[in-house]
């Protein structure tokens, strides 16, 4: 997810400050106030050390990713003209989040804007 996925979507925009390019376009955003629990996802499992290693660093130095678990997930991703879902490694952040079925409660917990949440 990118910036302006979560200029869209985050009520404390200001999270930006100290988020963590990933790569071209995955942003990690890190949790404070209402941001709860966060998650960035790679496409190839030998990014996961690299990715971990950026996030404990930063976590260091500004807080923001505590808690951090693997587990293996799926995303959609553009291929040429169709969207496939394709396997992905999801390094989550802050409190867990698999126990929460209603999507807007999740949005919360992500610090999302009641406007976007459904």
Known sequence: MNRSYYLQRLED????KHSIKINDSNLAVPIRGKRK???ICVYRKSSISKTIKNLKNHHLQFGGFPNLRIYK????????????????YCIEFG???NNIKNTKDMGRMYGYKESVLF
């Open 13 to 16: 925009i200001s999270l930006l």
């Open 37 to 39: 629990s966060g998650y």
């Open 73 to 88: 997930g799926k995303l959609y991703r553009q291929n040429k003209k169709t969207l496939k879902l394709y396997p992905a």
């Open 95 to 97: 409190k867990k989040v």
